[in-house]
């Protein structure tokens, strides 16, 4: 863990542990922004119609802070203020973390970057805070970052970046892989039933194998609803490989 996730873990601002409000996951293809899409954005109509649902619900429950966690190149917060580009896949775009801010300071990697415009197409006005997880973080960084999520406000609302498989397809950015569909099922299950032992049990070196970005965020969710205590029931609203990787989108609430 960053010594930047240490300070932050151990300052007295966030040493309250509490229960999370809600959750969310999405998953962070480029190709979610129209722009980006172009002539083939109806094609993940509904998928983005599924996660504007879920961040919505995120916001309906008033919390204080709204947390987006996806992979980056490091493990621990990013530090406001911080924009993402969409240049890099041909759209002259810059999402800034909250809405109004300096596009200056930090760079969010593309998944935060997909989670921060998520946000702005709901007219986010709660502050917004971002954490990334490494894709090869190991259970000490993940236990860790789930405490920082559970330490990190009054009322935190997380929103969960991640895809599944890229290994479902001969055109899939991984290839074919007949170990990808049950991995990607499991996964799906587990968002629907809020299961945090299944998450948690996923493999890294399987995960690694079929290019599931999301394994890492997963895991953290997991830990910081089981650090946030009681029960917690979770709705599937989207399952879908269109271009041989898997998105899901799933809503989390408190039992």
């Known amino acids: 863990m960053t010594g930047s996730a240490r300070r932050r873990s151990g300052d007295s601002r966030y040493g309250e542990q509490v229960p999370l409000v809600a959750a969310a996951v999405c998953p962070h293809p480029p190709l979610l922004v129209p722009e980006v899409a172009g002539a083939a954005a109806s094609e993940l109509a509904d998928l983005r119609a599924a996660c504007d649902t879920v961040v919505g619900r995120l916001l309906v429950v008033t919390p204080d802070v709204v947390m987006l ?7 621990g917060p990013v530090l406001p203020p911080a924009t993402g580009s969409l240049q890099p896949w041909g759209v002259d775009l810059d999402v800034p973390l909250t809405p109004g801010q300096p596009d200056r300071g930090a760079v969010l990697p593309l998944s935060l970057t997909i989670g921060a ?7 986010v ?6 954490v990334q997880v490494a894709a090869d973080a190991g259970p000490a960084e993940l ?32 290839y074919d892989d007949s170990r990808a569909h049950p991995y990607d099922q499991r996964v799906a299950a587990a968002l629907a039933d809020a299961d945090l032992d299944v998450l948690l049990g996923l493999d890294p070196v399987l995960s690694t194998e079929l290019k599931a ?9 997991a830990g910081a609803a089981r650090a946030a205590g009681g029960g917690w029931r979770g709705e599937l609203l989207h399952d879908s490989a269109p271009y041989g990787v898997a998105y899901f989108v799933a ?3 408190p039992a």
Do not use: I, N, Y
């Not at 394994?215 to 969710?221: F, I, K, S, T």
């Open 143 to 174: 236990g860790a970052l789930a405490d920082l999520v559970a330490a990190a406000g009054a009322r935190v609302a997380l929103l969960v970046l991640g895809d599944g498989s890229a290994c479902r397809g001969e055109k899939s950015p991984g």
């Open 69 to 75: 966690l996806g992979t980056g190149p490091a493990t």
């Open 117 to 123: 415009w998520l946000l702005a197409r709901q007219g």
């Open 213 to 221: 970005a999301g394994r890492a965020p997963w895991q953290v969710l």
């Open 251 to 253: 809503s989390w609430a």
């Open 125 to 130: 006005r709660v502050p917004v805070t971002a």
